[in-house]
């Protein structure tokens, strides 16, 4: 019986001190990807705030999120002032911080869902949107 209380005791004790520490949100850490991005946000959410996201649908995350947690990244992770993550998106051909925010939350959500993040057609669904704003503007240009 000793034997078997003693490797249990041995086994706790060593899981616990050889595992991973439990990942803690550090508000000042800037990523510099998005997958870096998605991580924080993972770190940052309680499980019940994921659940409350899960029970919406994503138009509605994104919409409910782009002035609380879109702006706290916006400002917090240097979309703004031209900061690593900024640099990340303006390689991949996004250049508004609106933009760059409206990505990571919508990939946070998808991450949430375990569906695709389908990076590709987001960054298209932006480069599309300004095209025919450029496009429409220069219409304006031309009526005057």
């Not at 041995?10 to 990942?23: N, Y």
């Not at 997958?35 to 659940?51: G, M, P």
């Not at 029970?55 to 990244?73: A, L, V």
């Not at 916006?74 to 979309?79: A, D, F, K, S, V």
């Amino acid at each position: 019986m000793k034997p078997i209380i003693l490797t249990t005791v041995l086994f706790l004790f060593l899981s616990d001190a050889l595992g991973q520490p439990p990942s803690k949100f550090n508000p000042n850490y800037k990523p510099k990807t998005l997958d870096e991005a998605i991580f924080q946000l993972e770190k940052l959410h309680h499980d019940t705030t994921k659940v409350q996201i899960l029970s919406m649908t994503e138009d509605q995350f994104t919409i409910r999120s782009h002035f609380g947690m879109g702006m706290w990244i916006r400002n917090n992770w240097g979309l703004w002032g031209g900061g690593k993550l900024s640099k990340y998106f303006k390689s991949i051909g996004i250049f508004h911080p609106d933009d760059m925010s409206g990505i990571i939350l919508t990939s946070y959500y998808r991450h949430l869902k375990r569906q695709d993040l389908e990076l590709d057609k987001q960054v298209k669904y932006y480069l599309d949107y300004w095209k025919s704003s450029n496009k429409q503007q220069d219409s304006l240009k031309n009526l005057k």
